[in-house]
């Protein structure tokens, strides 16, 4: 992600030290940019593209596609919340470390998810009671 290679722990080395922080911080800003310019993306061919259609069937189509492209914004707005929120972490020295339970949440794990707060056995956790609640 953002052209940055994963992060390869030294033995020995401290978790969440300066060094690794700065990589996430640097994954998460460049992330957080490139959804603020698809956002701008999105605004500008809304705008270029609102046509009134004398054809009905050519007004629908053009309302699902725009329908699709707010959820997908919408999705993305989320994901800008959870992140900024995840840098706020990084700034307090809080990232890295489960919400629940307190653990190390992990090198790779970090790099699949940046934006994750919950170790993987937590999270699993958290899934199954999801699935027992028939969230």
Not at 56 to 69: I, K, V, Y
Not at 110 to 134: F, H, N, S, W, Y
């Amino acid at each position: 992600m953002a052209g940055l290679e994963p992060y390869k722990e030294a033995k020995g080395e401290e978790y969440m030290n300066p060094k690794q922080l700065k990589h996430f911080h640097l994954i998460l800003e460049a992330w957080l940019n490139q959804l603020r310019g698809e956002m701008d993306k999105t605004v500008t061919y809304m705008q270029d593209e609102a046509a009134n259609f004398p054809d009905p069937a050519d007004r629908a189509t053009q309302e699902e596609e725009f329908s699709l492209e707010l959820r997908a914004r919408d999705r993305e707005r989320k994901l800008i919340k959870k992140i900024e929120k995840t840098l706020a972490k990084i700034e307090n020295d809080d990232f890295g470390f489960c919400d629940s339970c307190g653990v190390e949440i992990g090198i790779k794990r970090l790099e699949a998810r940046p934006t994750a707060d919950l170790c993987i056995d937590c999270k699993t956790l958290a899934e199954l009671r999801e699935k027992q609640m028939g969230m």
